[in-house]
C-alpha cells in the first residue's frame, strides 16, 4: 500500500505541474507566436469559435483565445504575489510570537492575527481594495495585509511546538547563537506547514484576483484578465457563450492543477513522515 500511495503521489505531483506548465508556456508563447494582438480591436465580433479564432471573438472583435493567454502572467503572477508576500511575513511574524515570552506583544500582535481572521476573507479585501483603489498593485497590497494573519496563525501554533523539540533545546545547550537556532532550526521546521497551506490558499487566491477584476477593480482595460473577460462576457453570455466560459475554463485549468500537485505532495509529504 506504502509503494501504491508514493506512486500517486509521485503522479499527482507530476500532473499537476505538467498542467501548470503547460499554461505558463503558452502564456508565453501565445502572446508572442499568436496570429492576433490580445487588445487588437477587429470588425469580426461575436464570431463564434472557429479556424480563424479557436475561442470565438468578443464585442470588440477581439480573438478571445489570444486575450485568455496574454491574462495568464496578470493573473497568476497576481495570485503568487499575493500568496508569496503573506506567506512570508506571517511565517516570521507568528514563528517570532510562539517563541517569545513577552505576554504583552504575545496578547497585543495574537488579538490582531484574531480580530483580522474574523472578518470574512473576500469581503475585507474587496474593501480594502475599494479604499485603496482599483489596480494591481491594490490587490496585491489587500491580499497582503488580509492574509498574512492566517500564515501567522498557523505558524505561532507551530512554532510553540517546535521550540520544545530536542533538538532545539540541544541547540541552547550547546550555545549556538538565537538568529541560528531561529532561522536553522526553527523557521525551516514552522514554514513546512504554511507552505503546505500555501498550495490550498493559491486556489483560494487565483479566485479572489478574478472576482475582484468582476467587481470592476482589478486591471484597467484593455488589458485582458479573466475576471474582466467573464464580466464583459456575461453581458452577452446569451447570444456568444465563449467569451465567459474559455476565461473561466482557464481559471478551472490553474486551480485544479494547483489542487492535483497539492494533492501528490501531501501524499509524498505523509508517506515520508510514516517511514
Known sequence: MSKKVRAEGTLGIIIGAGMMGAMLLAGLLVPWLGKYDANEIGSDQ???PSREHFFGT???????????FDAV?????????GVLIPLAVGTIIGTLLGISRNRRVNSFIGSLIDGINAFPFLIFVIALVAFLGAGLGSIIIALSLVNW???????????????????????????????RILFRHI??????ETRAYALSDFIIVIIAVAALSFLGLGVNPPQA??????KDGANIITLAW????????????????????????????GEGNQR
Open 46 to 48: 461575436i464570431l463564434p
Open 58 to 68: 468578443d464585442m470588440l472583435g477581439r480573438d478571445v483565445f489570444a486575450r485568455v
Open 73 to 81: 502572467f496578470i493573473d497568476i503572477g497576481t495570485a503568487f504575489a
Open 149 to 179: 494573519a492566517r500564515y501567522a496563525r498557523i505558524a505561532r501554533t507551530r512554532a510553540v511546538v517546535v521550540n520544545q523539540q530536542g533538538y532545539v533545546e540541544a541547540a541552547r545547550t550547546l550555545g549556538y547563537k538565537p538568529s
Open 187 to 192: 523557521i525551516p521546521n514552522v514554514s513546512s
Open 225 to 230: 484578465e479573466w475576471g474582466a473577460m467573464i
Open 242 to 269: 465563449w467569451g465567459a466560459v474559455f476565461p473561466g475554463l482557464a481559471i478551472c485549468w490553474a486551480g485544479i492543477s494547483v489542487a492535483v500537485f497539492s494533492e501528490g505532495l501531501t501524499k509524498r509529504i
